[in-house]
């Protein structure tokens, strides 16, 4: 079956430390998206790729980093300057350009401050 | 750039009962709106989307939302709820930020089913 598969499902991370999420799709979409979920504050977007090798900074990107070096893989990396780095961490693909496409999501990661 | 609103974070409706949960977005072109559905711990879901064309836009496990231009809303709705049904849901509108597409969120409504 064609999906996102984010992994771990669970991280934690001491003080200092930099993790990185990770998330692969099998779906042959152009477009991959990183969003944060805190309660109450909906999705917020992180990052985004358009196309392999090249991506814009969302809304709240500070102290987080990405690469995309391939279609299929899209990994955030949480530095140690991001102060706040307990959320929800989603990730999202679609096809390509087109507004009215939707975007597909992961299973998300759930990050936990040591 | 587009915002989603959605009225009321909780909302508790019994078994069997009408299911309306609210969404307005601010727009200045035609819009393209989304329903997602998120259950615990889980990613989120495609509910129905809205293009073009019929105004009434019918998705998964029997919820339906209309697109109502003058009064700029997306409300979903499902006529008779089950416990399944308990989640939370967003509302998200489609949008170009300098040539770039991206979806604004709204908030989230938690829907809790009474027995």
């Known amino acids: 079956d064609g999906g996102i598969t984010q992994s771990p499902k669970y991280l934690f991370r001491k003080e200092g430390q930099n993790v990185t999420l990770s998330c692969e799709q099998n779906l042959n979409h152009d477009a991959m998206y990183w969003y944060r979920q805190d309660p109450g504050q909906g999705l917020r977007l992180i990052y985004y790729?358009?196309?392999?090798?090249?991506?814009q900074k969302g809304d709240i990107a500070e102290g987080y980093s990405v690469s995309r070096e391939k279609k299929e893989s899209f990994p955030l990396t949480v530095t140690s300057a991001q102060k706040n780095p307990t959320a929800f961490y989603l990730c999202?693909?679609?096809?390509?350009?087109?507004?009215?496409?939707?975007?597909?999501f992961g299973d998300g990661t759930r990050l936990s401050i040591l | 750039a587009q915002s989603v609103t959605q009225l009321g974070s909780h909302v508790s409706v019994s078994e069997g009962a009408l299911v309306l949960l609210r969404c307005n977005y601010s727009s200045s072109v035609p819009p393209y709106l989304f329903w997602y559905v998120q259950y615990p711990n889980q990613g989120l879901q495609l509910l129905l989307k809205?293009?073009?064309?019929?105004?009434l836009v019918k998705g998964i496990n029997g919820f339906e939302a209309e697109f109502k231009k003058s009064e700029t809303s997306f409300h979903l709705t499902k006529p008779s709820a089950h416990m399944s049904d308990a989640a939370e849901y967003f509302c998200?509108?489609?949008?170009?930020?300098?040539?770039?597409?991206?979806?604004?969120f709204g908030t989230g409504t938690r829907l809790t089913i009474i027995p």
């Open positions: 790729s358009q196309i392999v090798n090249d991506f």
């Open positions: 809205y293009t073009t064309g019929a105004t």
């Open positions: 998200a509108v489609s949008d170009q930020d300098f040539g770039n597409e991206k979806l604004t």
């Open positions: 999202a693909s679609k096809p390509g350009q087109g507004l009215a496409q939707p975007q597909h």
